[in-house]
């Protein structure tokens, strides 16, 4: 894989990503956050998603989103996936016939780490062809274990892509619980789409585990994230965000909302909060429906 900074592509054999212009390119940052921190990410296939030849390219990309924005992604993505695992967890440890689904699943691995009885990962569509070649080759080295995981291709910006995936999440579902991720994306929506996709698992059943990760509305001028839309921006990722607050959450979801903020996440996991959040991305992390 090249990434070639001055015409922004992600070539190789089997995808094309226009990273100057896909917002897709969260994905390879996210799972190189992940990559560098596996162990507090409790994520061991990080490292696996992206080839040994292709993670040196994907590795000059966080380098440069490092300099420009800020050098901790790796903890906040990590620590978002840690909340998240341990949520998933525990949803298992109430039901074992629980089913997955993540929206914004790029490259994640819950559906390997935690015996779900079935999965269903939910991401643009080039990311959706890149996840499934390579799903498929580690199952055939041996490194993922055969899992009933569905991967689906949707615009979420499109209400009738939503209609078309609740209807699908439905069937999928099958009347058995549904514990429902919305990870790294709502922000990225507009706010119409942002609370439709975080509401789309308890549209799809009642007995639905929200967990959704979001920038809240106090953090709308938070220096960082001025720093991040900047750097997209180069990539003609959208400059407006949506922001939510736990009361618009709670009203989406019909729940009352759990919220983990990044200063929690590090109290939780590493005893002390080692980087405050004025310099950090400000992502929370909510858990309605337990």
Same mark, same amino acid.
């Given at each position: 894989?090249?990434?070639?900074?001055?015409?922004?592509?992600?070539?190789?054999?089997?995808?094309?990503?226009?990273?100057?212009?896909?917002?897709?390119?969260?994905?390879?940052?996210?799972?190189?956050?992940?990559?560098?921190?596996?162990?507090?990410?409790?994520?061991?296939?990080a490292?696996?998603? !992206?080839?040994?030849?292709?993670?040196?390219?994907?590795?000059?990309?966080?380098?440069?989103?490092?300099a420009?924005?800020?050098?901790?992604?790796?903890?906040?993505?990590?620590?978002?996936?840690? !909340?998240? &695992?341990?949520?998933?967890?525990?949803?298992?440890?109430?039901?074992?016939?629980?089913?997955?689904?993540?929206?914004?699943?790029?490259?994640?691995?819950?559906?390997?780490?935690?015996?779900?009885? =079935?999965?269903?990962?939910?991401?643009?569509?080039?990311?959706?062809?890149?996840?499934?070649?390579?799903?498929? /080759?580690?199952? =055939?080295?041996?490194?993922?274990?055969? &899992?009933? @995981?569905e991967?689906?291709?949707?615009?979420?910006?499109?209400?009738?892509?939503?209609?078309?995936?609740?209807?699908?999440?439905?069937?999928? =579902?099958?009347?058995?619980?549904?514990?429902?991720?919305?990870?790294?994306?709502?922000?990225?929506?507009?706010p119409?789409?942002?609370?439709?996709?975080?509401?789309?698992?308890?549209?799809?059943?009642? /007995?639905?585990? *929200?967990?959704?990760?979001?920038?809240?509305?106090?953090?709308?001028?938070?220096?960082?994230?001025?720093?991040?839309?900047?750097?997209?921006?180069?990539?003609?990722?959208p400059?407006d965000?949506?922001?939510? *607050?736990?009361?618009?959450?709670?009203?989406?979801?019909?729940?009352?909302?759990?919220?983990?903020s990044? /200063?929690?996440?590090?109290?939780r996991?590493?005893?002390?909060?080692?980087?405050?959040?004025?310099?950090? !991305?400000?992502?929370?992390?909510? @858990?309605?429906?337990?």
């Amino acid at each position: 894989m090249k990434i070639k900074a001055v015409v922004g592509h992600v070539v190789n054999s089997w995808f094309y990503v226009d990273v100057h212009n896909d917002v897709g390119l969260t994905a390879y940052l996210v799972n190189e956050s992940r990559a560098r921190r596996e162990e507090l990410a409790a994520d061991p296939l990080a490292r696996q998603w !992206i080839s040994p030849e292709q993670r040196g390219a994907v590795r000059d990309l966080w380098d440069e989103f490092a300099a420009s924005v800020y050098p901790h992604d790796d903890l906040v993505v990590s620590l978002r996936g840690r !909340i998240i &695992r341990d949520t998933l967890t525990r949803a298992l440890e109430q039901r074992h016939d629980t089913v997955l689904v993540v929206c914004g699943a790029g490259f994640s691995s819950y559906p390997w780490l935690l015996p779900f009885a =079935a999965a269903m990962e939910v991401d643009l569509p080039d990311i959706v062809s890149t996840k499934r070649r390579r799903a498929a /080759e580690l199952r =055939a080295a041996g490194v993922l274990d055969q &899992r009933e @995981v569905e991967h689906v291709a949707a615009d979420l910006n499109d209400p009738a892509a939503r209609r078309d995936l609740l209807d699908r999440i439905r069937r999928f =579902a099958a009347g058995r619980p549904i514990a429902y991720v919305a990870e790294g994306l709502v922000f990225y929506l507009p706010p119409e789409h942002a609370r439709a996709v975080t509401g789309l698992g308890v549209s799809a059943g009642p /007995e639905t585990l *929200t967990v959704v990760s979001y920038w809240p509305l106090a953090a709308a001028d938070h220096p960082v994230l001025s720093a991040q839309r900047r750097w997209f921006r180069k990539r003609s990722v959208p400059e407006d965000a949506t922001y939510l *607050t736990t009361g618009d959450l709670s009203a989406i979801l019909g729940n009352p909302v759990d919220n983990h903020s990044p /200063e929690d996440l590090q109290r939780r996991y590493l005893g002390e909060v080692v980087v405050p959040e004025t310099e950090l !991305i400000p992502e929370h992390v909510a @858990v309605a429906g337990k």
